[in-house]
């Protein structure tokens, strides 16, 4: 397993978001987390990628508990994500928002970029490299000099695989990547993280578009008040009789979360 979840518990004060959840996520799949509105979703990404510290529990990532590190320092060790909200900045180019995603790899520091140091320089011109790379992946290279206020939705949640993929993830945490998406867009989104996949990173998705999750995921883990209630293929998940009590309303088509 690339990663492996170990009775996870997160309280804020005196709210368990997330209570004893264990899990995995196997390296080259798609895991889907999927559960209704409050089931605490984002919480479990939040402390998988070190935003926030685990009440009790443990995060082992390829065998290194990950726990107690901050986000910076999980993220070099190779776990990207994007947020369900998407965080680019609005008067910055396509290009410049994405550059910033390879600087987690560099060593530069003030005095470099002070004397524009050899370094400097070679580490810039890295990072200029891997923001086109990665914009090319997914497709929107045309739009590199394209300010973020001028480009779609659809075109924004590319660029924040793109930022993701510039930090050099081995798994990518993509959080509702389908979100305000038309079911054409969603389709787009799925075959990117599919490519993802079939270029060497593992996907792990928080989504609530139930006929994408579907059709996409090799396993979904299910959470509902904080807790984890199923986990499984997503045939086994669709005929769960916890599952569609609590979340699936009898048919995949009618789930709703975020």
């Known amino acids: ?34 559960g209704p509105n409050g089931a605490g979703k984002s919480t479990f990404f939040n402390l998988i990628s070190g935003f926030h510290l685990p009440t009790t529990g443990r995060i082992i990532f390829k065998g290194q508990d990950i726990s107690k590190l901050k986000a910076e320092n999980v993220a070099r060790l190779g776990i ?30 003030l005095i470099d970029a002070l004397f524009r140091t050899k370094r400097e320089r070679l580490e810039e011109k890295m990072c200029l490299d891997k923001a086109e790379e990665v914009l090319d992946f997914v497709g929107v290279s045309s739009l590199a000099y394209a300010p973020i206020s001028s480009i779609t939705q659809e075109q924004q949640k590319r660029v924040a695989f793109a930022l993701a993929l510039a930090t050099d993830p081995e798994l990518v945490l993509l959080d509702e990547p389908a979100a305000g998406v038309n079911p054409d867009e969603t389709e787009g989104l799925a075959d990117l993280m599919k490519k993802m996949v079939n270029h060497g990173k593992t996907v792990c998705l928080i989504e609530h578009k139930m006929p994408m999750v579907m059709s996409l995921a090799d396993h979904i883990i299910v959470l509902n008040h904080g807790q984890k209630i199923a986990d499984g293929s997503p045939k086994e998940i669709r005929e769960n009789e916890s599952v569609i009590n609590a979340y699936l309303g009898g048919g995949t088509d009618n789930a709703s979360a975020s």
């Open 80 to 109: 990207g994500r994007t947020f369900q909200t998407t965080h680019l900045f609005e008067q910055a180019t396509v290009l410049e928002n994405v550059i910033v995603g390879h600087r987690l790899r560099t060593k530069s520091g």
């Open 1 to 34: 397993m690339l990663l492996t979840i170990d009775q996870l518990t997160k309280s804020f004060g005196g709210l368990t978001a997330v209570q004893n959840v264990s899990a995995s996520i196997e390296r080259g799949k798609i895991t889907a987390v999927i």
